[in-house]
Nanobody, 127 residues
Framework: QVQLVESGGGLVQAGGSLRLSCAAS????????MGWFRQAPGKEREFVVAITWNHGYTYYADSVKGRFTISKHNAQNTVYLQMNSLKPEDTAVYYC????????????????????WGQGTPVTVSS
């Protein structure tokens, strides 16, 4: 049974930092793409960033480029999202997701094409 378990969310002041983790289990993810999405209250879910498990290629949404960094630890089957210079508009529930095919950046933005999802971890950035 595949499981994606996020952790690391919390309350932080604007300008601060948080690191989210996504622990993956239940299968081999070597050919998968791992993504982070977020959903703010009253808004649609949006793509944040993705990384290919085998080569480490990364794809960022424009809104987080230069502030967020995705990384992975192969041995621990864990993906990280380092979030710096946080803004109130980054407030959302952050979800980890996995998909088995990399269609390029346009496809990676489509959340409904991901195969597995975590339960989400909330991030609140106060002004």
């Amino acid at each position: 049974q595949v499981q994606l378990v996020e952790s690391g969310g919390g309350l932080v002041q604007a300008g601060g930092s948080l690191r989210l983790s996504c622990a993956a289990s239940g299968r081999t993810f070597s050919n998968y793409v791992m993504g982070w999405f977020r959903q703010a209250p009253g808004k649609e879910r949006e793509f944040v960033v993705a990384i290919t498990w085998n080569h480490g290629y990364t794809y960022y949404a424009d809104s987080v480029k230069g502030r967020f960094t995705i990384s992975k630890h192969n041995a621990q089957n864990t993906v990280y999202l380092q979030m710096n210079s946080l803004k109130p508009e980054d407030t959302a529930v952050y979800y980890c997701a996995a998909r088995s095919f990399n269609p390029g950046i346009d496809g990676l933005r489509r959340g409904h094409e991901y195969d597995y999802w975590g339960q989400g971890t909330p991030v609140t950035v106060s002004s």
